[in-house]
């Protein structure tokens, strides 16, 4: 009784070797699916991408204020719109009882040419991380 069952044991243990093999073979990474220079790919390509997103303007900061007295409400407002080097824009609205006034001004590395007021000032220093 224990040869055919040692036979049969034999049997199954082969199978599962031949099994094994034939997923190792399906599976086992080739020469171009090289994981330490996919990984090297991906660095680079991530690198490209915050250099890239270092361009776009994704600082910014609105302040609202009431740039007269008899207006209130808060209507008049100054955005500020830059990069990571402190480059953009800071729009400005002042609105009046009969009236409406936009200004853009540009804005390099953190400052402006042109002279800010005090609440573009404000919005460009809540802007700076």
Do not use: C
């Not at 099994?19 to 991530?46: M, N, S």
Request: aromatic content about 6%; charged content about 25%; cysteine-free.
């Amino acid at each position: 009784m224990p040869t055919p069952l040692g036979i049969l044991a034999l049997v199954l243990a082969v199978a599962a070797l031949l099994l094994a093999f034939v997923t190792w073979l399906r599976v086992r990474p080739t020469a171009d699916q090289d994981l330490p220079a996919d990984v090297l790919g991906l660095r680079r390509e991530v690198a490209a991408l915050r250099k890239e997103a270092g361009g776009s303007l994704r600082h910014l900061a609105v302040v609202r204020y009431d740039a007269f007295e008899e207006m209130g409400g808060r209507l008049s407002w100054s955005l500020a719109l830059l990069d990571d080097g402190g480059d953009g824009v800071v729009l400005t609205s002042i609105r009046g009882r009969n009236e409406a006034r936009t200004y853009a001004k540009s804005v390099t590395s953190w400052r402006s040419d042109q002279e800010l007021s005090p609440e573009e000032t404000e919005a460009i220093a809540h802007a700076r991380p």
